[in-house]
């Protein structure tokens, strides 16, 4: 048991050690200090409990956004539209939070961020319906609602949702109400308590229940699932309605967590980390976990890093690359180490994109 | 096709010109503005698409377009500015687009990494490195590609401007849309190509070196990206600046799925898209709805999602069998 | 385990870090020493050739101005929730000036003022609606500069056609340098048609899609306009790149004098509508060193840029009337934004 435990971390462990290596390269070619922006980076992330909260501040949507991608690779569709489904879940959020007062908390905020969710499902179930029904790529059409979105939360924080409070002119909403917001126990945001549960639901669902067996019977032959009598239509377009859900309800809990509102511009990004994040644990809901703290850990240590080495923070996408394509490609770093090949390894997904 | 589909396709080049003109006699500048926007816009996209088609045609999924499209227009820049040549800049972005090519085939074919995730590392890692080397002090001293006049072909009306009177890299994309074409249903290459995306297993058992030829085709089609990179700095901008691909690549994605994987009809998917998002300029331009941008700039993308599930309901689009897929040798 | 390939492993390992001590003994420690000026961008770079540029460069200005020494450092912003956290990486770090660039710092930079009454601080294009002793909101009137733009480019277009390619209509000083512009060509010029587009995307691109940029500078040319404003980070500048390929035609840049900071564009810049950031940032530097700060809103300079290459073309007659136009903005008799 501990002997499979290890070889598990080996190589994700590995992975992360030879990213880092080779991002040291590219410090030193800009004549700074490796052990310098790796010391500042970790402590930007961990070193106290404010940079620990704002790790796991990072790590809450990236979370949400992996799942949502994750969860849709197991019925072998291709999501990239988290960051369209984060975006309408987190101004839908936004506006029950501070539109409606006079609730007692216990319904206002569940109400704010089933808004979220909702939205969320309903951005990505257009895609999956029009997958089910006519047969349109759920690729094109995430990447068309990941534009729309955009501009239709733009147009509501800069227009019938705007903030009027003094004279304010930035593109966003009023602030939640209290009653509304989530709030953060020490360094923990209740945030990221609530994307552990529902990563570990995601988990519960797709391995446990029914519902999750014909999702991945979907995912792992379309038409054996249908000959089997799975309503094949009806679970790619719900597989698509919940992966927009996990999605909307990341940026549910960014606006009424961590920004407190929504503001145009401020969540750019972060659906399409979940892509990697996805990519990082393999598709597992669980996985997405660890892949999220590591990723929400450099973010948060960026700054600092370029504040005491003068290392420019794009630095941890290059390493980000290193390290998703050493998790990805476990023969290289077998091959250094000396491990045995464990053909459980080796992962497909992009075995779902050939399937319509 | 068949002879329904094609009596539609006359169809409706036949009232694309009738509708093309009657504009043209009404505002002549304003539609052949819109018209000349529609070209540009579109060949970028082609271009991509062009390189996902062919390495989709043999069944490796290309999502790292993006970052392809974005190192190779860092590289055609810096070699320009550095050699004072639009050329050897131009052959360093389809270099690079090669070499990114390349590094697809050898993580998605050599090392059977999952197809998406090696494109997903070639768009995370082209972002972080351009950003990482960015240096604002380079710049194109000689100016960027300028438009080239066919002869007497350029004095047409309308159609002059807007196809005759381009930049290079727009004929040689042009051109490469017939090369590309023959090559994919008229060449043996070109249906070996098509056997091993369908049926690696039986491709291989008449001969087909499947690994070997898919490693060939994915580092070709790099270059066809490269050559997008090159465009788009050398070309449609000149100069080079942060995440200037601006999510191009994705879209090319969506224009050759939505163009079934053909040239031809990636093209007008290209076309079409390059099409709205001129006239939502021009809307813009002449004030015509008073409404807010952001509601007209959701034009192209609401458009293309109607279209794309409305010509759902008229076909189906059938991916390649063996799409995404590793191939293990026997 | 063959140990040829562990001896390979150790080996690596063991360069990595020899390499990696061997320069860490320069323990960077950001501003530390001497007066210390921070400056935080948006989210943007300091060599993004627009404002965050701009600023930069007034704050090593500020700093090599003062008499005293002074060191001037930068953290670029890469989300704006890390606002509040940037700012304070510079408190911890004991600096005495800290410049925040952009609207979109505004509420974060208040909040560390209020917390931290001794250090400086300075908000460009940040108003300040109730003044804090130890801020000052660096402001500018766009639509002015817009304004004489507009009234210099009316003179000169000879199809009568104008155009700008902008950013986003979600950042006020685009909209301003947008009206100003428009109002000051119909001000030297009745007849003229102003034709202007905004960024149908995002916040995100609308300040970095010079190929959106281009295309649109193009299909402004393709219908008549000889004159375009590129105002919008990036995007703009795809602008005037375009127009400098096209014969004849002009374009007019923005914020600085983007005769430096575009040189593809020398054939057709013809001048800019410029915010003067970096004068206003070292005077506010200066003033924080010597004590004599007011809080509050603080008014810098706008202008425009030399013409350089297009002196010969901009006439007495022209260059009387911008005379009259600027006469008439300062003393308020025009306005460059009615409504």
Same mark, same amino acid.
Request: aromatic residues 8%; proline residues 4%.
């Given at each position: 048991?501990?002997?499979?435990?290890?070889?598990?971390? *080996?190589?994700?462990?590995?992975?992360?050690?030879?990213?880092?290596?080779?991002?040291?390269?590219?410090?030193?070619?800009?004549?700074?200090?490796?052990?310098?922006?790796?010391?500042?980076?970790?402590?930007?992330?961990?070193?106290?409990?404010?940079?620990?909260?704002?790790?796991?501040?990072?790590?809450?949507?990236?979370?949400?956004?992996?799942?949502?991608?994750?969860?849709?690779?197991?019925?072998?569709?291709?999501?990239?539209?988290?960051?369209?489904?984060?975006?309408?879940?987190?101004?839908?959020?936004?506006?029950?939070?501070?539109?409606?007062?006079?609730?007692?908390?216990?319904?206002?905020?569940? *109400?704010?961020?089933?808004?979220?969710?909702?939205?969320?499902?309903?951005?990505?179930?257009?895609?999956?319906?029009?997958?089910?029904?006519?047969?349109?790529?759920?690729?094109?059409?995430?990447?068309?609602?990941?534009?729309? *979105?955009?501009?239709?939360?733009?147009?509501?924080?800069?227009?019938?949702?705007?903030?009027?409070?003094?004279?304010?002119?930035?593109?966003?909403?009023?602030?939640?109400?209290?009653?509304?917001?989530?709030?953060?126990?020490?360094?923990?945001?209740?945030?990221?308590?609530?994307?552990?549960?529902?990563?570990?639901?995601?988990?519960?669902?797709?391995?446990?229940?029914?519902?999750?067996?014909?999702?991945?019977?979907?995912?792992?032959?379309?038409?054996?699932?249908?000959?089997?009598?799975?309503?094949?239509?009806?679970?790619?377009?719900?597989?698509?309605?919940?992966?927009?859900?996990?999605?909307?309800?990341?940026?549910?809990?960014?606006?009424?967590?961590?920004?407190?509102?929504?503001?145009?511009?401020?969540?750019?990004?972060?659906?399409?980390?979940?892509?990697?994040?996805?990519?990082?644990?393999?598709?597992?809901?669980?996985?997405?976990?660890? *892949?999220?703290?590591?990723?929400?850990?450099?973010?948060?240590?960026?700054?600092?890093?370029?504040?005491?080495?003068?290392?420019?923070?794009?630095?941890?996408?290059?390493?980000?690359?290193?390290?998703?394509?050493?998790?990805?490609?476990?023969?290289?770093?077998?091959?250094?180490?000396?491990?045995?090949?464990?053909?459980?390894?080796?992962?497909?997904?992009?075995?779902?994109?050939?399937?319509? | 096709?068949?002879?329904?589909?094609? $009596?539609?396709?006359?169809?409706?080049?036949?009232?694309?010109?009738?509708?093309?003109?009657?504009?043209?006699?009404?505002?002549?500048?304003?539609?052949?503005?819109?018209?000349?926007?529609?070209?540009?816009?579109?060949?970028?996209?082609?271009?991509?698409?062009?390189?996902?088609?062919?390495?989709? &045609? +043999?069944?490796?999924?290309?999502?790292?377009?993006?970052?392809?499209?974005?190192?190779?227009?860092?590289?055609?820049?810096?070699?320009?500015?550095?050699?004072?040549?639009?050329?050897?800049?131009?052959?360093?972005?389809?270099?690079?687009?090669?070499?990114?090519?390349?590094?697809?085939?050898?993580?998605?074919?050599?090392?059977?990494?999952?197809?998406?995730?090696?494109?997903?590392?070639?768009?995370?890692?082209?972002?972080?490195?351009?950003?990482?080397?960015?240096?604002?002090?380079?710049?194109?001293?000689?100016?960027?590609?300028?438009?080239?006049?066919?002869?007497?072909?350029?004095?047409?009306?309308?159609?002059?401007?807007?196809?005759?009177?381009?930049?290079?890299?727009?004929?040689?994309?042009?051109?490469?849309?017939?090369?590309?074409?023959?090559?994919?249903?008229?060449?043996?290459?070109?249906?070996?190509? &098509?056997?091993?995306?369908?049926?690696?297993?039986?491709?291989?058992?008449?001969?087909?070196?499947?690994?070997?030829?898919?490693?060939?085709?994915?580092?070709?089609?790099?270059?066809?990206?490269?050559?997008?990179?090159?465009?788009?700095?050398?070309?449609?901008?000149?100069?080079? +600046?942060?995440?200037?691909?601006?999510? &191009?690549?994705?879209?090319?994605?969506?224009?050759?799925?939505?163009?079934?994987?053909?040239?031809?009809?990636?093209?007008?998917?290209?076309?079409?898209?390059?099409?709205?998002?001129?006239?939502?300029? $021009?809307?813009?331009?002449? +004030?015509?709805?008073?409404?807010?941008? $952001?509601?007209?700039?959701?034009?192209?993308?609401?458009?293309?999602?109607?279209?794309?599930?409305?010509?759902?309901?008229?076909?189906?689009?059938?991916?390649?069998?063996?799409?995404?897929?590793?191939?293990?040798?026997? | 385990?063959? !140990?040829?390939?562990?001896?390979?492993?150790?080996?690596?390992?063991?360069?990595?870090?020899?390499?990696?001590?061997?320069?860490?003994?320069?323990?960077?420690?950001?501003?530390?020493?001497?007066?210390?000026?921070?400056?935080?961008?948006?989210?943007?770079?300091?060599?993004?050739?627009?404002?965050?540029?701009?600023?930069?460069?007034?704050?090593?200005?500020?700093?090599?101005?003062?008499?005293?020494?002074?060191?001037?450092?930068?953290?670029?912003?890469?989300?704006?929730?890390?606002?509040?956290? =940037?700012?304070?990486?510079?408190?911890?770090?004991?600096?005495?000036?800290?410049?925040?660039?952009?609207?979109?710092?505004?509420?974060?930079?208040?909040?560390?003022?209020?917390?931290?009454?001794?250090?400086?601080?300075?908000?460009?294009?940040?108003?300040?609606?109730?003044?804090?002793? =130890?801020?000052?909101?660096?402001?500018?009137?766009?639509?002015?500069?817009?304004?004489?733009?507009?009234?210099?480019?009316?003179?000169?277009?000879?199809?009568?056609?104008?155009?700008?390619?902008?950013?986003?209509?979600?950042?006020?000083?685009?909209?301003?340098?947008?009206?100003?512009?428009?109002?000051?060509?119909?001000?030297?010029?009745?007849?003229?048609?102003?034709?202007?587009?905004?960024?149908?995307?995002?916040?995100?691109?609308?300040?970095?899609? !010079?190929?959106?940029?281009?295309?649109?500078?193009?299909?402004?040319?393709?219908?008549?306009?000889?004159?375009?404003?590129?105002?919008?980070?990036?995007?703009?500048?795809?602008?005037?790149?375009?127009?400098?390929?096209?014969?004849?035609?002009?374009?007019?840049?923005?914020?600085?004098?983007?005769?430096?900071?575009?040189?593809?564009?020398?054939?057709?810049?013809?001048?800019?509508?410029?915010?003067?950031?970096?004068?206003?940032?070292?005077?506010?530097?200066?003033?924080?060193?010597?004590?004599?700060?007011?809080?509050?809103?603080?008014?810098?300079?706008?202008?425009?840029? !030399?013409?350089?290459?297009?002196?010969?073309?901009?006439?007495?007659?022209?260059?009387?009337?911008?005379?009259?136009?600027?006469?008439?903005?300062?003393?308020?008799?025009?306005?460059?934004? !009615?409504?």
């Amino acid at each position: 048991m501990s002997r499979s435990l290890l070889r598990t971390v *080996a190589t994700p462990l590995a992975a992360v050690v030879f990213g880092l290596l080779i991002g040291a390269v590219l410090i030193l070619s800009q004549n700074a200090s490796p052990i310098t922006a790796y010391s500042a980076l970790v402590v930007g992330g961990l070193g106290d409990a404010d940079s620990l909260l704002r790790t796991l501040q990072k790590a809450t949507p990236l979370i949400f956004g992996g799942l949502a991608v994750a969860f849709a690779f197991k019925a072998g569709m291709f999501n990239i539209g988290g960051q369209g489904q984060l975006l309408v879940g987190a101004v839908f959020a936004a506006g029950v939070g501070f539109g409606v007062d006079g609730l007692p908390m216990v319904v206002h905020l569940p *109400a704010a961020l089933v808004a979220g969710a909702l939205a969320g499902a309903v951005w990505g179930g257009i895609a999956g319906a029009l997958k089910a029904t006519t047969g349109a790529h759920e690729v094109i059409v995430t990447i068309m609602l990941n534009f729309v *979105a955009g501009n239709l939360t733009d147009w509501l924080s800069a227009n019938p949702w705007k903030d009027n409070s003094g004279n304010n002119i930035v593109a966003r909403t009023p602030l939640v109400e209290d009653s509304a917001t989530i709030p953060t126990l020490g360094a923990v945001p209740v945030g990221f308590v609530l994307a552990l549960v529902v990563a570990a639901a995601c988990w519960f669902v797709l391995e446990r229940t029914t519902y999750g067996f014909e999702v991945r019977s979907v995912g792992h032959n379309r038409n054996a699932a249908q000959y089997s009598g799975i309503k094949v239509g009806w679970i790619m377009a719900s597989t698509m309605a919940v992966a927009g859900m996990l999605a909307g309800l990341g940026g549910a809990v960014e606006s009424l967590g961590v920004d407190g509102r929504f503001e145009a511009g401020v969540n750019v990004g972060l659906g399409f980390e979940g892509i990697t994040i996805a990519l990082l644990a393999r598709a597992n809901p669980l996985g997405v976990i660890p *892949a999220a703290l590591l990723v929400g850990l450099m973010e948060a240590g960026a700054s600092r890093m370029q504040f005491k080495a003068g290392v420019a923070p794009e630095l941890i996408d290059v390493i980000q690359a290193l390290i998703l394509f050493f998790v990805a490609a476990p023969i290289i770093i077998r091959w250094v180490l000396r491990m045995r090949a464990d053909n459980s390894e080796q992962l497909q997904l992009g075995a779902g994109w050939g399937r319509s | 096709m068949t002879t329904r589909q094609k $009596q539609m396709l006359y169809v409706g080049a036949t009232l694309i010109v009738v509708i093309a003109w009657t504009f043209y006699t009404a505002d002549g500048p304003q539609t052949t503005a819109v018209l000349a926007g529609t070209v540009r816009a579109a060949t970028l996209l082609v271009l991509g698409a062009m390189c996902g088609m062919i390495g989709e &045609r +043999s069944g490796v999924v290309n999502i790292g377009i993006e970052g392809q499209f974005l190192l190779s227009a860092f590289a055609a820049f810096t070699i320009a500015s550095m050699t004072g040549s639009l050329f050897l800049g131009t052959v360093a972005g389809v270099g690079m687009g090669l070499i990114m090519g390349w590094m697809l085939a050898a993580m998605a074919v050599g090392l059977k990494v999952d197809q998406i995730i090696a494109g997903t590392v070639l768009n995370i890692a082209a972002l972080g490195l351009t950003s990482f080397f960015y240096d604002r002090s380079r710049s194109l001293g000689m100016g960027k590609y300028t438009n080239i006049d066919l002869g007497p072909l350029a004095d047409i009306p309308l159609v002059g401007t807007v196809f005759f009177s381009r930049p290079p890299l727009t004929y040689l994309t042009m051109v490469l849309l017939v090369v590309v074409h023959v090559a994919l249903f008229r060449s043996v290459w070109g249906m070996r190509t &098509r056997a091993i995306g369908e049926h690696p297993g039986a491709a291989d058992t008449v001969g087909i070196d499947v690994l070997k030829l898919r490693y060939f085709n994915v580092t070709i089609a790099g270059g066809l990206a490269g050559l997008g990179g090159s465009y788009l700095a050398l070309e449609a901008v000149g100069t080079f +600046s942060r995440a200037m691909s601006g999510g &191009r690549g994705f879209l090319a994605l969506a224009v050759m799925i939505f163009g079934r994987r053909t040239p031809f009809g990636a093209y007008a998917a290209a076309l079409f898209f390059g099409f709205t998002t001129a006239l939502q300029n $021009q809307f813009q331009l002449n +004030s015509t709805f008073d409404i807010p941008p $952001q509601f007209v700039g959701m034009l192209p993308f609401v458009v293309t999602i109607i279209v794309v599930a409305l010509s759902g309901l008229i076909g189906s689009m059938r991916d390649p069998a063996a799409l995404g897929q590793v191939y293990e040798k026997g | 385990m063959a !140990p040829k390939r562990r001896h390979l492993l150790a080996l690596l390992m063991v360069l990595g870090l020899v390499t990696a001590a061997a320069c860490g003994s320069d323990d960077g420690g950001g501003v530390s020493g001497g007066y210390s000026i921070g400056l935080v961008t948006d989210t943007g770079k300091v060599d993004d050739k627009s404002f965050n540029q701009s600023a930069w460069e007034g704050a090593q200005q500020g700093a090599a101005d003062i008499p005293a020494s002074a060191t001037a450092s930068y953290i670029e912003t890469e989300e704006s929730k890390d606002y509040a956290n =940037n700012i304070q990486l510079f408190l911890d770090d004991g600096a005495k000036v800290i410049v925040t660039v952009g609207f979109g710092l505004g509420e974060a930079t208040i909040e560390a003022a209020k917390a931290n009454p001794d250090v400086m601080f300075i908000g460009v294009d940040q108003w300040q609606d109730d003044a804090l002793p =130890n801020l000052a909101g660096l402001m500018f009137p766009e639509a002015t500069a817009g304004f004489m733009a507009g009234a210099l480019a009316g003179m000169l277009t000879e199809t009568d056609i104008v155009g700008a390619v902008l950013g986003t209509d979600l950042v006020p000083p685009v909209v301003f340098f947008k009206e100003g512009w428009e109002n000051g060509a119909r001000y030297t010029n009745p007849d003229v048609q102003t034709i202007s587009t905004y960024h149908p995307g995002g916040l995100d691109v609308a300040f970095g899609d !010079p190929e959106w940029g281009a295309t649109t500078a193009r299909q402004a040319l393709d219908q008549g306009a000889d004159i375009i404003f590129g105002a919008g980070g990036a995007t703009g500048n795809g602008a005037l790149i375009e127009v400098a390929g096209e014969a004849g035609a002009l374009c007019v840049g923005v914020d600085s004098d983007q005769w430096f900071t575009v040189p593809e564009a020398h054939p057709c810049l013809v001048t800019s509508a410029m915010k003067l950031i970096d004068v206003g940032v070292a005077e506010l530097i200066g003033q924080a060193y010597a004590g004599t700060m007011q809080g509050g809103n603080f008014f810098g300079e706008v202008g425009l840029a !030399p013409f350089h290459d297009f002196d010969g073309i901009v006439t007495d007659e022209m260059r009387a009337t911008l005379d009259d136009v600027m006469a008439g903005l300062a003393d308020g008799s025009i306005n460059p934004m !009615p409504e």
